[in-house]
C-alpha cells in the first residue's frame, strides 16, 4: 500500500501508475487530459467511481469527491447576476458601431453538468480532444481514410453490412426527413406506428411528401401493436411503406421491430425503423432484423455532440429510390446525389462536410468497438436495474410495463402533490444534473431519467438516486434516501453475483 502524505488525487495516480502516460493508458484517456488534472490539482468529480475501481480502492471515490470540491465548488449560475453590464463605447473603440450588440458579451463557458436526459449526453473526454484538433479539408485523403473507417465503425454499430451507411449531416430529425423524403413520393400511402411524439413526426413527414398517413395508434406507454399493423396493411394492400419508431424516446418504450418488419415484409412493405434513442443503447440487428431503411441521432446512446444522424439503407432501398420517375424533393438530402460524396469510390463536392464533429463520431464509435456493442448493450441495462431499484424503493412507478422498458430511457410518474417542474428545477440548481420533463400529453405527469451512453454510469445512477431523494424529502414527499441507494447497490451486488457465476460455470465448462 502506497502512502501519499498531501498530495492531491491527480498526482496520487501519477504516483500509483507511474506516469502520467500510464494513468491516460488505464482510463482510456488521451494524455493531455491527464496532464491537465495533474496541473489543476484535481481530477474532475465525474471520475470518483471509476478511479475508486481502476485502483482498486486505493484512492476512493470520497477522496476524488472532495478533492474536486474543495479546489472547484459547484457554482450554481454560469455566470454571476449584473455581469451583463452596458459599456458605453470609448473613442478608441473602433470596433464600435451601430450594430455592436448592447451588452458586453464575453467568452461562454458552460457549467459541468450531469445529463441524465432525453439527451445530449455527456462526453467522453476523448471525443472531446479529438474534436478540439485542427480541422483539415473534406476531401483531404487523410480525412477520406478516417470516412472510410467510420462507416465500417458505424456498420459494426448497427450490425450490418449494408454499403451506404453513413452519417447525414444534421440532427436525427435530418435523418428522419432524409428517409422519407427519398422513399415517398407524393400519391403514396404510408403506414405509420404511432405511440409518442416521434410517430407524430413521421406522419408530418408524410404529409409534407404529398403522401397520405394510415395511422396505426397505440396508448402513449404501450408498444406498436403487431396485429394493429397486420390490420392495417390487410384493409391497405397499396401501402408500400410502413415507418415505426424502436424506442419512443417520449414515453420509454421499445417496439418488437422485428415482428413489425416481418410483417411489413410480408405484406410486400419496405421499413423505415427510427432508432434515435435505440442504437448503442439496446439490441439494434440491421441486417437480422430486415430492416430497409434506419436513422439515428449522434448525441444520444452514441454520446457525441448533436448535428450528425447516421443512417444505413439496404440496396433494396437504393434501387427503390433509383426507379422513381419524380425528382426528389429536397436537394441536400436527395440519396443519389449524397452519394457522390459518402459512396465507395466516389468523393466529389456535395457540401462541406462538418469535419471535426466527424472526427468526435470516428472517436465515440471506436469506443464502443473497444467496449463491445453486447457488452455496451449489457451496460445500459446493468445500470437501468440499479436506478429502476432505487427509485421503486422510493415508492415511484415506472409509466412502461418492465416487458417494454427502454433501459436507456426511464420514464417515471411524478407522484401526486409533487411540483414536477420544481423538482427538475432544483435538481439542476442544486445538483448540476439536468432530468427530462414529459412532452404532450404527458407533461407535468413524468420524468425522463437518461442513462444513455457516457452518462450510463455507476456514479451518475447514484448521484441522481440521492439528488431526487433528498429534493423530494425536503418537499415534504416521504422518502427515505438511505433506502433508494441501498436497493441499487444490491442490484449491483445481486448483479456482479450472478455474472461471477456465470463466468465460473464458463471456465468449468472450459476446463
Ligand atoms: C425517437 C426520436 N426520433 C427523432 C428525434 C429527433 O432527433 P433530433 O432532436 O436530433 O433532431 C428524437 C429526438 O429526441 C427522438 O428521440
Known amino acids: 500500500m502506497l502512502v501519499f502524505a498531501a498530495m492531491n488525487c491527480a498526482e496520487r495516480l501519477v ?13 482510456s484517456l488521451d494524455r493531455a487530459v491527464v496532464n491537465n488534472w495533474v496541473k489543476s490539482g484535481y481530477v474532475p468529480a465525474r471520475w470518483a467511481m471509476e478511479v475508486e475501481q481502476v485502483t482498486n480502492g486505493e484512492i476512493s471515490a470520497a477522496d476524488i469527491l472532495n478533492d474536486a470540491t474543495a479546489r472547484k465548488p459547484i457554482r450554481l449560475k454560469s455566470r454571476p447576476d449584473g455581469e451583463n453590464l452596458y459599456i458605453p463605447p470609448t473613442g478608441s473603440d473602433t470596433m464600435s458601431n451601430e450594430f455592436a450588440p448592447a451588452k458586453r458579451i464575453s467568452s461562454f463557458p458552460p457549467p459541468q453538468r450531469t445529463l441524465l436526459g432525453p439527451g445530449p449526453t455527456e462526453i467522453h473526454p476523448r471525443v472531446l480532444t479529438t474534436m478540439s484538433q485542427p480541422a483539415i479539408g473534406y476531401l483531404d485523403p487523410v480525412f477520406v481514410d478516417m470516412m472510410e473507417e467510420l462507416k465500417a465503425l458505424l456498420r459494426y454499430t448497427y450490425q450490418t453490412k449494408n454499403p451506404l451507411t453513413f452519417p447525414v449531416s444534421g440532427p436525427g430529425s435530418v435523418g428522419m426527413e432524409f428517409c422519407f423524403v427519398n422513399m415517398v413520393a407524393p400519391g403514396d400511402k404510408v403506414i405509420v406506428c404511432r405511440n409518442g411524439v416521434f ?15 394510415i395511422i396505426v395508434e397505440d396508448k402513449w406507454g404501450e408498444p406498436a401493436d403487431p396485429q394493429k399493423l397486420e390490420d392495417a396493411l390487410k384493409a391497405n394492400p397499396d401501402a408500400r411503406l410502413v415507418a415505426f419508431v424502436h424506442a419512443e424516446t417520449s414515453t420509454g418504450v421499445l417496439s418488437d421491430a422485428k415482428t413489425l418488419v416481418d410483417i411489413a415484409h410480408k405484406h ?21 432484423w430486415k430492416f430497409d431503411a434506419v436513422y439515428s441521432a449522434s448525441q444520444k ?19 427503390f429510390v433509383k426507379e422513381r ?10 440519396m443519389n446525389l449524397l452519394l457522390g460524396y459518402w459512396g465507395a469510390t466516389t468523393r466529389t463536392y456535395h457540401h462541406t462536410a462538418p469535419t471535426n464533429s466527424l472526427f468526435g463520431l470516428h472517436e465515440a464509435l471506436l469506443l464502443i468497438r473497444e467496449e ?34 427502454v433501459p436507456q430511457m426511464n420514464a417515471v410518474l ?22 427530462g420533463a414529459g412532452l404532450g400529453p404527458l407533461a407535468g405527469k413524468i420524468w425522463r431519467f437518461g ?4 452518462s450510463c454510469r455507476p456514479d451518475n445512477v447514484m448521484l441522481c438516486l440521492s439528488a431526487l431523494g433528498s429534493v423530494l424529502e425536503d418537499m415534504g414527499y416521504p422518502v427515505h434516501v438511505g433506502d433508494a441507494e441501498s436497493a441499487a447497490h444490491a442490484a449491483y451486488a445481486s448483479m456482479h453475483t450472478t455474472e461471477a457465476a456465470a463466468k465460473r460455470r464458463k471456465t468449468a465448462k472450459a476446463a
Open 15 to 27: 504516483e500509483l501508475f507511474g506516469s502520467q502516460a500510464e494513468v491516460a493508458r488505464r482510463f
Open 199 to 213: 410517430g407524430g413526426r413521421m406522419i408530418e413527414n408524410v404529409e409534407r411528401c404529398g403522401a397520405t398517413p
Open 268 to 288: 410486400n412493405a419496405l421499413t423505415i425503423v427510427d432508432c434515435v434513442t435505440s442504437l448503442g443503447g439496446c439490441e439494434v440487428r440491421v441486417d437480422d
Open 301 to 319: 446512446c452514441l454520446s457525441c455532440t448533436p448535428g450528425l444522424s447516421p443512417v444505413s439503407i439496404s440496396e433494396r432501398v437504393i434501387d
Open 325 to 334: 420517375k419524380d425528382k426528389i424533393k429536397s436537394w441536400f438530402m436527395d
Open 372 to 405: 463491445g456493442i453486447e457488452n455496451c448493450w449489457a451496460r445500459h441495462k446493468r445500470h437501468h436495474t440499479a436506478l429502476k431499484a432505487g427509485l421503486e424503493a422510493m415508492g415511484l412507478k415506472f409509466l412502461v410495463d418492465p416487458k417494454y422498458q
Open 414 to 435: 411524478c407522484p401526486e402533490k409533487v411540483n414536477e417542474v420544481e423538482v427538475r428545477k432544483r435538481l439542476l440548481n442544486e445538483f448540476g444534473l439536468e432530468i
Open 451 to 454: 442513462l444513455m451512453g457516457y
